[in-house]
């Protein structure tokens, strides 16, 4: 069986029209093409981050680790006034370089709590839509239909 490129779009969550449809092979060979720094440890922002991550480490062969903020609900809307830590974070090297995971950036917030919580190792921040350091997909706009959250 092979994979398929193409999905038919589907309503956004939050209502604001059809989201744009990428599957696996689109997202990973994406990955695959972009040019990211020498790290030693991938770190994904749970939960949105932690397929984007599972791949991305799986393609650079290193380490996976998750950090578990919430900010945002399911329809993308926040539920609280800022990113919320809810567990303690994974505890890394000093001086690792770290490669920092999410799904989308919307206002930078929860990259910046995260990126907080290892002031002793050298963070890259890395989204697939959005802002960061480095942008898998920085010319999407609107709201995306990611193959994992069915």
Do not use: Y
């Not at 991305?56 to 830590?85: I, S, W």
Request: proline fraction near 9%; charge should be negative; aromatic fraction near 4%.
């Amino acid at each position: 069986m092979g994979t398929h490129t193409e999905e038919r779009g589907r309503p956004a969550r939050d209502g604001g029209g059809v989201a744009t449809p990428l599957a696996f092979d689109v997202i990973s060979g994406r990955l695959r093409e972009l040019d990211i720094p020498t790290c030693d440890v991938v770190v994904g922002i749970a939960s949105g981050g932690t397929v984007p991550a599972a791949l991305v480490a799986h393609q650079l062969g290193l380490p996976l680790a998750l950090v578990k903020l919430n900010f945002r609900d399911e329809d993308n809307v926040p539920r609280r006034p800022r990113p919320e830590l809810l567990e303690a974070p994974p505890t890394l090297a000093p001086g690792a370089r770290v490669l920092l995971v999410d799904e989308v950036s919307v206002t930078g917030a929860t990259l910046a709590a995260a990126t907080a919580l290892f002031p002793a190792q050298r963070v890259t921040t890395l989204v697939l839509k959005g802002e960061a350091d480095v942008v898998a997909f920085p010319d999407l706009e609107g709201c995306v239909a990611w193959p994992w959250k069915g």
